[in-house]
C-alpha cells in the first residue's frame, strides 16, 4: 500500500466476533483480518469481470 487511509467502521456485535476470532485463527489483526477478506473480495470481483 502508497497511502493509508483511516475509516471508522460500524460493525453488528456478532460479525466482529466473527472477524476476531478468524483473525485469531489466521494469527492476524483485526484490522489485517478486514483487510486481507477485502483484497480477496476486490480479486474475486475483478478476475469475475475479466471471465467472458
Same mark, same amino acid.
Given at each position: 500500500?502508497? =497511502? #493509508?487511509?483511516?475509516?471508522? %467502521?460500524? %460493525? *453488528?456485535?456478532?460479525?466482529? =466476533?466473527? %472477524?476476531?476470532?478468524?483473525?485469531? !485463527?489466521?494469527?492476524? !489483526? %483485526?484490522? !489485517? =483480518?478486514?483487510?486481507?477478506?477485502? =483484497?480477496? #473480495?476486490?480479486?474475486?470481483?475483478?478476475?469475475?469481470?475479466? !471471465? *467472458?
Amino acid at each position: 500500500m502508497d =497511502e #493509508e487511509k483511516r475509516i471508522t %467502521l460500524r %460493525l *453488528p456485535a456478532d460479525l466482529h =466476533e466473527w %472477524l476476531v476470532t478468524q483473525a485469531k !485463527s489466521a494469527r492476524r !489483526s %483485526l484490522n !489485517s =483480518e478486514i483487510v486481507y477478506r477485502l =483484497e480477496i #473480495e476486490r480479486a474475486a470481483t475483478v478476475a469475475d469481470a475479466g !471471465s *467472458p
